[in-house]
């Protein structure tokens, strides 16, 4: 149970509806601080969703061949379908998606750092398919899990379902990559230094640091932000062993686990010329 301070009896009230396994279906139960938090979640998903089309589309004039051309429009076309799912949600709230999209000041639009680097080859693209698409279903397939409002829950079944093809489809391009030549491999190595720390730092601060605490009071949200860290960390590596690139961690026989060999760097000391830590 999550500690939660100056709650109103009727905050109580719906957290004890939630706790009991009560998913909340109307807008009418919500108190103040739950449709709050709720749609602050709803407007950094769906903004997020926004960047992360715009980011992929700078990978198609890479894409080698048709085929890997078809593959980048699919992973937008999804991309936009993920923007539209939680922006008609997060349009019950009274807020456009249209002008958050389009007119909103982008020094205040909400977006993960590394969608503000272009890709810079196909190779770079399915190395993030694989390590940063892994990331963001961890943050979605918590909300469909575990969210006590449950529109929320049904619109991510489908959300969930092509963010699992996106980074199967970039661990199987990995892989390929990875073994075609020693250029190419080069290649796939250098792309997972770049990436690594952003999967790292993509669920944000550590939890004793981290502002939202309402997503764990009232059960948006099961996962803290560490969890799925972990949970990322444990996954990503199993992955980097199964194909065999290097990134800066290793199993620690005593926690029968994958550990960082140190602390990673933040997003401020990313270079923006050079992409490198």
Not at 142 to 170: I, M, Q, T
Request: with cysteine; glycine share 4%.
């Amino acid at each position: 149970m999550v500690e939660a301070t100056d709650l109103t009896p009727e905050d109580q009230a719906l957290i004890d509806r939630i706790q009991a396994g009560e998913l909340i279906e109307n807008m009418e139960d919500f108190t103040p601080r739950y449709r709050a938090v709720l749609q602050k979640t709803l407007e950094i998903a769906a903004q997020g969703e926004v960047t992360v089309l715009t980011w992929a589309y700078t990978a198609y004039a890479t894409a080698p061949d048709l085929g890997a051309k078809i593959a980048v429009s699919s992973a937008i076309q999804d991309e936009v379908g993920h923007a539209h799912q939680q922006g008609m949600l997060l349009e019950r709230f009274g807020v456009s998606m249209q002008e958050k999209a389009f007119d909103e000041d982008p020094n205040r639009y909400i977006s993960f750092p590394i969608m503000e680097f272009p890709v810079r080859s196909y190779i770079e693209f399915v190395v993030a398919q694989g390590l940063l698409d892994r990331a963001g279903r961890y943050t979605t397939y918590d909300l469909e899990l575990h969210c006590s409002f449950a529109p929320y829950r049904r619109a991510l079944k489908k959300v969930n379902f092509e963010e699992a093809f996106h980074f199967r489809h970039g661990a199987h391009w990995t892989d390929f990559y990875w073994n075609q030549n020693e250029e190419t491999r080069q290649a796939v190595q250098d792309a997972v230094d770049w990436i690594f720390p952003w999967g790292y730092q993509w669920y944000g601060r550590p939890d004793h640091m981290k502002s939202m605490t309402d997503q764990m009071t009232f059960g948006i949200r099961a996962w803290s932000n560490d969890t799925m860290r972990e949970k990322w960390l444990q996954s990503a590596c199993k992955f980097a062993k199964r194909v065999g690139f290097k990134v800066p961690a290793h199993f620690d026989e005593a926690q029968d686990k994958y550990v960082l060999d140190e602390d990673q760097p933040v997003p401020m000391v990313a270079n923006n010329e050079t992409h490198e830590w």
